[in-house]
């Protein structure tokens, strides 16, 4: 019989001891390795990884503390299809959600993950999203077969010993369990026990589907968590932006992955707009509640970045370039005879003798992508040079404006401020975007993405937006709620705005708003700047140019309003009133 370590030596909660226990019972791991977060660890993981094949060791002259992954090539995104809310009634995941009774769910995976680790590692990893002792911080405890998983996890998590004296003898933490079984697709099966605070993944290996602490938790289960308890738990960067006078006001902004969240996080102020500073706070995921100002404070809850690479160049992102110089983790990137990493949109063009993504002889003529499009860099927050002082407040920074936006080559203009906060609601609930390649599926459909929470959402997604709705109404101080679009296109294809940090002009145009000294004027969906109300100096861009991008098209927003309205119809008996009637009201407007 296996004999495993003592857990007491580990952990004061009789609770996770056992938890830990019983899931050794069913996987039958060969060994069980607590983890603690030192850098003893890290190093010997790391060495462990290297032997195993499953991390490439990059050039240390060139990235130091770098290392590159390749996953299988049937595991290469978020697997919707086969991510399902285990809620007890089918109602409480809605019409959004795949739903799988909890029963069945339990014995299903069950089933998969007998025995499952069998002449593998178990490893325990207890973790902290959010600062150290903020009373934002949750505990979770991620069980997995994976040696890339745990050093993900170190570097995107507080993990290791101080999750484990946070937790001391309580039993409130989340229990996530995972093993990558075979890989097999047919055995991929990510599921969400809301009322058990419980995942259960199997079969994958993709960060999205396998670091439990991020999607998973840090969403799905939190944004349960968070409307039983009264906050919200979103998919939005958190960043402060400081004028010339020294002023800096913090925002939240909600985008479709791989639509520039990253970017707009880590934004570096163009030349001529001197004297502007942007620090981020986070680039993914927010945790906000209602401060004793009656304003909504709000933490990032993880400790690295899970970017996309490919795009990503010291053009569009400097900071996200300068934060995967060192200590890095890059997945299926393609890479260089001198042992570097390169992927599309990169600065520089391929060099010879590249391997691609799956450690094939790549040249441009070889039809296919270097890198996977979902190719991704996993850096801690620390590396970024425009890390916010307040990155680790346990208090959290308070949030002057809410910015949704999606990829709309049509109809959505540059920027839009929503007429209150249920118009802005409204405006977050209808969001559509064009899909992207971080979720397997057809690429460049527009599909309607509430806050851009359509996957992450762990209940029913109507009761999701009266939640909404209700904290609102016990905001004293809500702040302004904004929607953008960078990505419109002229006529012939092209983008009509620059982009990059050039977007720090339209976040002016926000701040000034909030100031009341902003120009604006009232359209039939909402306030938007007038060309001469946006700070150009600088910027070369034509009249004409600038007036499409702001332009609303009463033809096409017919179109928008009514296409929302299908999607509005699709949630059912629990849509709220409220934006029910908003929706009639806009379409009456637009005529």
Known sequence: MTSYPAAEAFTKSRALADWVAECARLTRPERIVWCDGSEAERRRLTDA????????????????????????????????????????????????????????????????????????????????????????????????????????????????????????ESADFNRGLHCTLDLDPRKRFICHFPQDNTIWSVGSGYGGNALLSKKCFALRIASCLARDEGWLAEHMLIVGIQNPAGETRYLAA???????????????????????????????????????????????????YFGVAPGTSMKSNPNAMRSVERDALFTNVAATPDGDVWWEGMDAPPPNGLRDWQGRPWNPQSGEKAAHPNSRFTAPMANNPALSPHANDPRGVPISAIVFGGRRATTMPLVLESFDWTHGVFMGATMGSETTAAAAGKVGVVRRDPMAMLPFCGYNIGEYLGHWLNLGKRLTKPPRIFMVNWFRKSAGGDFLWPGFGENLRVRKWMLDRIHNDGDGHRTPVGFAPDPAGLEIAGLEIAPEQLRQALAIDRDEWRHEIASAGEFLDKIGPTLPAALRERHRALAAALG
């Open 254 to 304: 909600a985008f479709p992955s791989a639509c520039g969240k990253t970017n707009l996080a880590m934004l570096t102020p163009p030349p001529a707009l001197k004297g502007w500073k942007i620090f981020t706070v986070g680039d993914d995921i927010a945790w906000l509640r209602i401060g004793p100002d009656g304003g909504l404070w709000a933490i990032n809850p993880e400790a690295g």
């Open 49 to 168: 990884a290297v032997a195993a094949g499953t991390l490439i060791p990059l050039s240390p002259e060139k990235r130091p503390g770098c290392h590159l992954h390749r996953s299988n090539p049937n595991d290469v995104a978020r697997t919707e299809e086969v991510t399902f809310i285990c809620s007890p009634a089918k109602a409480g995941a809605g019409v959004t959600n795949n739903w799988m009774a909890p029963d069945e769910a339990y014995a299903k995976l069950g089933a998969l993950l007998k025995d499952s680790m069998a002449r593998r590692t178990m490893y325990v990893i207890p973790y902290v999203m959010g600062p150290l002792g903020s009373p934002f911080a949750k505990v979770g405890v991620e069980i997995t077969d994976s040696v890339y998983v745990a050093l993900s996890m170190r570097i995107m998590t507080r993990m290791g010993r101080p999750a484990l004296e946070m937790l001391g």
